[in-house]
């Protein structure tokens, strides 16, 4: 893990700002367990690249986990104004409000 971790620490050093490795680094806080870390780095890979559904989709679910589904539709709306066609963002948005009006009943 910690070879993992330099590397990415490396390669982040020489590319800042690369949504792939912000989105690596993620997956590898995922293993460790550390949520906070998971969705800085998603959070910086969607501030970079709002268009792409799989890290907004990522971090919705995030949010939602930790009962902030205020902010998980606000991330999948301003994604779906980046990229209206993508089918995943519609899909995730519409089951997110469908649980969110299940759960106020």
């Not at 501030?47 to 799989?54: G, I, S, Y």
């Not at 949010?63 to 902030?68: M, R, S």
């Not at 104004?81 to 089951?95: F, G, I, M």
């Given at each position: ?44 890979a969607f ?8 890290v907004a ?16 539709s606000a ?31």
């Open positions: 893990m910690k070879d993992a971790e330099s590397t990415l620490f490396e390669a982040q050093q020489e590319f800042p700002g690369d949504p792939y490795l912000l989105e690596a680094e993620s997956r590898l806080a995922e293993v460790l367990k550390d949520n906070e870390r998971v969705v800085r780095a998603l959070a910086k501030d970079v690249n709002p268009r792409n559904a799989l989709v990522r971090l919705a679910r995030q949010f939602d986990v930790a009962g902030q589904s205020d902010k998980a991330v999948l709306k301003k994604s779906l104004d980046a990229n209206p066609s993508s089918r995943r963002l519609h899909y995730t948005l519409a089951k997110l409000l469908m649980n969110r009006a299940l759960n106020d009943r």
